[in-house]
C-alpha cells in the first residue's frame, strides 16, 4: 500500500492517492462513489462528480472528510485510514501558510485566427493519442515541429495543445516554456533554470529544490511520473537544451518546437512544416484583413499572397499591417511591398526582418557567406555545385555547409540533390550580400556561377547533339565545380534537372553584363528547348541572345542567336520570320567565314521550305545540296550525311521515293558511326514515309518502329509526336486499326501535353477512323499524307 506520510505538498498527495486507487484493483469512479457515501461520517450521497474531482491535480485542498471516505472505500484498515487523514491535514497546512500549489494548467492562449494545416494537425493528434491508446505503451511520445522562421510552428504546437486538452487527454498537468533559442536580445534558457520553474509549478517548495542538473532532471522525471502531462517546449535550440525537460513517462506527450532540426534527439518524431497552401494563406488574410476587402480585390490580394512567398507569419504581419490602413488598397499594398518586400512586411513594433536576423545570426562564419552569396542565384533551385562555384569553394565544402543550414531550415530539399530558398529568404540574402559583400566580390561569384552553368551546359549539349561545333570558351574563373557526363543520357537528365534554372541564367547573365555568357548558354540550352517542345522559351533565350551578341559586337554570337530565333518560329509556323533571321544568320556567317555555319543554316532553312508548296521543297532539295557541297568541300563526313537525310526527306516529299531511300540509306552507316541518333530518328522516318507511300506497309512499320524508338532515346517530344502520327498511317494502311488507333492516340497525348494546336488533326483522323475501318489505297495514302502536310503536322 502507497505510504503518505512523505508526501511534501498537496499535488503529490493526490497523485498518490491514485497509486492508492491502482492498488485496490483501480475500482470505477462510479464504483467507488457508490462506496464512499455510507462510509463518511456522517452518511451522505456522494456524486461521482465528486469523486472523480479528488483525484485531479491542480487543487487548491480538499475536503478531508472525503478523503477519508475514499481511503475507507479503497480497503485500507483504521491505521492505514488515520495515516492518509495525517497527511492530509499536512499538506494543506503546508498550502495556507504560503507553501507552493502546483499550477498546471501553462499553456499560451490559443489564437482565434488560427487557419489550415489540418493534415499536420491531424499527424501531430494521432502521433500524441495512438501511442497512449495503445495497452503496453512504455515511452514518452516526443514530436519536433519543425521549421523555418515565421513559418507557425509554435502557433501549431499551441493549437495541438489546446485540442488534445479539450478532448480530454493530458489533463493531469501541461507546462510551456520558451527556450528562446533564437532570441535576438538573450541567450537561450538554461535547462536548470527551466527544470527549477518547472517544479516550482509541480508544486516543489523553493528548499526541496536541488541545486545540481541532474538532481533536478530526476526530481522532474520522478514528479511527472504517471501523470497525463503535455509539455510543450518552444523555440528549442538544441538537442542537449530538451533532453533533460523530457518526462520519461509513456502518459506524457512533448511537443517541440524549433527552426533547428533536432535529428541527433532520441525518440522524436521530426514534423517538418512548410509554408501555407494558396487556399491557407488566402484564408488566413481574409481572417485578419476582412473578407470584403479581400474578396474585393482578388488579383491584388494573390500578389500580397506572392510577395510573402505563402508564410505564415509575413502573411498575418501585412494583413494586420492592412487592417490597421482603412485608407489603402490591396493594390496599394501590393505595389509597396514590390517595392520592398522586407520593409513592407510589418506591423506595429513587429517585422519580418528580425525573425530572419536571429537564424542568420546563430550561423558560423563560412556558413553566413554561403547563405549570403546562394542569394544571388537567379533559378529556382540549385545544385551543391552551383553553390560551390558561387562561393567559390570545393563542392564537399558546398555540401557541408548546405547540410548546416537545411538544420537551421535556411533552405529546403524538396528533391534529392537540389536546393531552395524560400523567397522571402532569398531577398533577405541578398540584402545582407549586398550589406556585407563588396560589389566585385558578388560580381566575380555571379561569374563563377554563369562559367558553371556556361561550360557544363556546353559540354552537355555536345553529348546531346553529335556533330555539334564546340565553342571557343575561355577557362572557367578559378574555384568553379563543373559536373561531367559519362553519355546522351545524362546529359538529358541534366538538362531536365537544370533548365529552368538555365533560362533564369540566360537572363541573369544579360541584366548583369554577362553578355557572352548570355548567348553561349542560349546556344547551348537552344537543342534542349526545341526536342522539348519549350519553343516561347526558345524565342525568348535567342531574342535575348541576339541583344546581348549586338551589344558585343559579336557576329558568331549574332548569327547563332539569329539561328534560335528562325527555329522557333519555323515550329510555331512563322516562315516568313524564320526566313528572315535565317537570311541574316547566313550573312554574317559569311562574313566571317564560318563555313559550318552557313551550311547549318542552309539545311535550317531547308526545313522551312519543306513545309510549303512543292516549288519549295524543291527549293528546299536545292539548299540541302548547297550543304552538302559546303561540308563536302572541308571533308566533314558527318555533315555530308547529315544533309543527305535532308535531300532524301525532300526527294520523299517530291514523290521521288527510290531516290528518297538511296539518300537515307547511304547516309545511315556514317550517322551509326558517329552515334548522331537524331539524323539517324530522321532517317529512318523518311525511309517509312517512303515506304508507306509506295504502299510497303510492313517495311514502313519497321522502320517507324525503329525511328521511334532512337527519337524516344533522345527525349525529342515533338519528333515522336510526329513519327506516331505516321506511324498510325501506316498501320491503318497495313489494315490494323488498332495499332494504328494507338499510335494516334499516342500521338495526341504528346501534343496535348505540348500544347501544340496539331493536335486537333489528330483527334479529327481518330473521330474519322476511331470507329470504323477501310481498305486505303496508294492514292489515298498519298493525299493522307500532302494534307497532313499542308496543316503543319510534320516536326521535322
Known amino acids: 500500500m502507497p505510504d503518505p506520510s512523505k508526501v511534501a505538498d498537496l499535488a503529490e498527495f493526490v497523485c498518490l492517492l491514485g497509486e492508492l486507487r491502482a492498488w485496490a484493483g483501480m475500482p470505477s469512479y462510479r464504483v467507488l462513489a457508490k462506496r464512499v457515501g455510507p462510509l463518511m461520517r456522517p452518511a451522505r450521497v456522494v456524486s461521482l462528480s465528486t469523486v472523480v474531482d479528488a483525484f485531479k491535480t491542480g487543487r487548491s485542498r480538499l475536503d478531508l472528510d472525503l478523503v477519508v471516505g475514499i481511503v475507507r472505500a479503497l480497503g485500507a484498515d483504521e491505521p492505514a485510514v488515520d495515516l492518509w487523514r495525517k497527511a492530509c491535514i499536512k499538506v494543506h497546512g503546508l498550502a495556507k501558510t504560503g507553501g507552493p500549489v502546483g499550477v498546471f494548467g501553462q499553456l499560451p492562449r490559443d489564437l482565434a485566427t488560427f487557419t489550415g494545416r489540418r493534415e499536420e494537425l491531424a499527424r501531430l493528434i494521432a502521433a500524441a493519442t495512438q501511442h497512449h491508446d495503445r495497452s503496453g505503451a512504455t515511452t514518452v511520445v516526443i514530436s519536433a515541429v519543425e521549421g523555418m522562421a515565421g513559418v507557425g510552428k509554435t502557433q501549431?504546437?499551441?493549437?495541438?495543445?489546446?485540442?488534445?486538452?479539450?478532448?480530454?487527454?493530458?489533463?493531469d498537468v501541461q507546462l510551456h516554456v520558451n527556450l528562446r533559442g533564437f532570441d535576438p536580445e538573450l541567450p537561450p534558457a538554461d535547462p536548470s533554470a527551466v527544470l527549477e520553474a518547472f517544479l516550482r509549478q509541480l508544486g516543489v517548495a523553493a528548499q526541496q529544490i536541488p541545486e545540481?542538473?541532474?538532481?533536478?532532471?530526476?526530481?522532474?522525471?520522478?514528479?511527472?511520473?504517471?501523470?497525463?502531462?503535455?509539455?510543450?517546449?518552444?523555440?528549442?535550440?538544441?538537442?542537449?537544451?530538451?533532453r533533460d525537460l523530457i518526462p520519461a513517462g509513456p502518459t506524457c506527450l512533448v511537443l517541440i518546437t524549433s527552426r533547428r532540426s533536432l535529428a541527433g534527439l532520441d525518440g522524436a518524431s521530426p514534423h517538418l512544416i512548410d509554408t501555407f497552401t494558396q487556399t491557407e494563406a488566402l484564408d488566413l488574410l481574409t481572417r485578419i484583413a476582412g473578407h470584403d476587402r479581400v474578396a474585393a480585390e482578388p488579383e491584388a490580394a494573390a500578389r500580397v499572397i506572392g510577395y510573402c512567398d505563402r508564410l505564415p507569419l509575413a502573411l498575418a504581419l501585412t494583413a494586420a499591417r492592412l487592417r490597421s490602413r482603412p485608407a489603402w488598397s490591396l493594390a496599394e499594398l501590393a505595389d509597396r511591398m514590390q517595392a520592398g518586400r522586407l520593409e513592407a512586411i510589418s506591423a506595429g513594433g513587429r517585422a519580418i526582418r528580425p525573425v530572419f536576423d536571429a537564424s542568420y545570426q546563430a550561423l558560423p562564419d563560412r556558413a553566413q557567406q554561403v547563405f549570403r552569396l546562394i542569394g544571388l542565384h537567379p533559378g529556382p533551385d540549385f545544385s551543391a555545385a552551383a553553390a560551390a562555384?558561387?562561393?567559390?569553394?570545393?563542392?564537399?565544402?558546398?555540401?557541408?555547409?548546405?547540410?548546416?543550414?537545411?538544420?537551421?531550415?535556411?533552405?529546403?530539399?524538396?528533391?534529392?540533390?537540389?536546393f531552395e530558398l524560400h523567397d522571402l529568404l532569398r531577398a533577405y540574402a541578398s540584402e545582407q550580400a549586398n550589406t556585407n559583400d563588396p560589389g566585385q566580390e558578388r560580381r566575380a561569384a555571379v561569374h563563377r556561377m554563369l562559367d558553371h552553368y556556361g561550360h557544363t551546359a556546353h559540354d552537355a549539349a555536345l553529348l546531346l547533339e553529335r556533330g555539334r561545333d564546340p565553342l571557343n570558351l575561355p577557362p572557367p574563373q578559378p574555384g568553379v565545380c563543373l559536373e561531367d557526363?559519362?553519355?546522351?543520357?545524362?546529359?538529358?537528365?541534366?538538362?531536365?534537372?537544370?533548365?529552368?534554372?538555365?533560362?533564369?541564367?540566360?537572363?541573369h547573365a544579360a541584366a548583369t553584363g554577362f553578355h557572352a555568357h548570355t548567348w553561349q548558354l542560349a546556344h547551348s540550352l537552344a537543342t534542349y528547348l526545341d526536342r522539348r517542345g519549350n519553343w516561347h522559351d526558345l524565342a525568348a533565350v535567342g531574342n535575348t541572345a541576339i541583344d546581348a551578341a549586338d551589344r558585343l559586337a559579336d557576329p558568331l554570337g549574332k548569327a547563332i542567336a539569329h539561328n534560335i530565333v528562325a527555329r522557333a518560329h519555323r515550329r510555331h509556323g512563322n516562315y516568313e520570320d524564320a526566313q528572315h533571321h535565317l537570311r541574316q544568320a547566313l550573312d554574317l556567317f559569311g562574313r566571317i567565314g564560318n563555313l559550318d555555319g552557313q551550311a547549318d543554316t542552309y539545311i535550317e532553312l531547308a526545313r522551312v521550305k519543306a513545309w510549303q508548296s512543292p516549288p519549295a521543297i524543291a527549293e528546299a532539295r536545292a539548299l540541302a545540296r548547297q550543304a552538302h557541297a559546303l561540308y563536302q568541300s572541308r571533308g566533314h563526313r558527318l555533315g555530308q550525311a547529315q544533309t543527305l537525310t535532308a535531300i532524301g526527306w525532300s526527294h520523299a516529299r517530291l514523290g521521288d521515293y527510290a531516290q528518297a531511300l538511296t539518300c537515307c540509306r547511304?547516309?545511315?552507316?556514317?550517322?551509326?558511326?558517329?552515334?548522331?541518333?537524331?539524323?539517324?530518328?530522321?532517317?529512318?522516318?523518311?525511309?517509312?514515309?517512303?515506304?508507306?507511300?509506295?504502299?510497303q506497309h510492313t517495311q514502313a512499320v519497321a522502320s517507324y518502329r525503329l525511328a521511334l524508338d532512337l527519337c524516344r532515346g533522345l527525349g525529342d517530344r515533338p519528333?515522336?509526336?510526329?513519327?506516331?502520327?505516321?506511324?498510325?498511317?501506316?498501320?491503318?494502311?497495313?489494315?490494323?486499326?488498332?495499332?494504328?488507333?494507338?499510335?494516334?492516340?499516342?500521338?495526341?497525348?504528346?501534343?496535348?501535353?505540348?500544347?501544340?494546336?496539331?493536335?486537333?488533326?489528330?483527334?479529327?483522323?481518330l473521330g474519322l477512323y476511331g470507329d470504323r475501318w477501310e481498305v486505303p489505297d496508294r492514292g489515298r495514302v498519298r493525299g493522307q499524307y500532302e494534307r497532313t502536310f499542308r496543316t503543319g503536322m510534320t516536326f521535322l
Open 666 to 695: 547511304q547516309a545511315l552507316p556514317v550517322l551509326e558511326e558517329f552515334d548522331d541518333r537524331e539524323r539517324q530518328a530522321h532517317a529512318w522516318d523518311s525511309i517509312a514515309y517512303a515506304h508507306s507511300c509506295l504502299g
Open 156 to 171: 501549431l504546437a499551441i493549437h495541438a495543445a489546446h485540442k488534445l486538452v479539450r478532448a480530454g487527454h493530458f489533463i
Open 389 to 418: 562555384a558561387l562561393a567559390g569553394i570545393t563542392a564537399g565544402g558546398a555540401a557541408e555547409v548546405l547540410e548546416l543550414l537545411l538544420d537551421e531550415h535556411l533552405l529546403q530539399q524538396k528533391r534529392s540533390g537540389r
Open 719 to 765: 519528333l515522336e509526336a510526329d513519327i506516331l502520327n505516321r506511324f498510325g498511317d501506316a498501320h491503318h494502311a497495313a489494315h490494323c486499326p488498332d495499332a494504328a488507333h494507338d499510335a494516334w492516340q499516342q500521338a495526341l497525348d504528346i501534343l496535348t501535353e505540348l500544347d501544340q494546336p496539331y493536335a486537333d488533326q489528330i483527334r479529327s483522323k
Open 485 to 507: 557526363f559519362a553519355d546522351h543520357e545524362r546529359a538529358l537528365a541534366w538538362f531536365t534537372t537544370e533548365h529552368a534554372v538555365l533560362l533564369s541564367a540566360v537572363g
Open 212 to 242: 545540481s542538473r541532474d538532481e533536478r532532471a530526476a526530481m522532474y522525471r520522478d514528479r511527472m511520473r504517471d501523470r497525463r502531462a503535455l509539455v510543450l517546449l518552444d523555440n528549442a535550440a538544441t538537442e542537449d537544451q530538451v
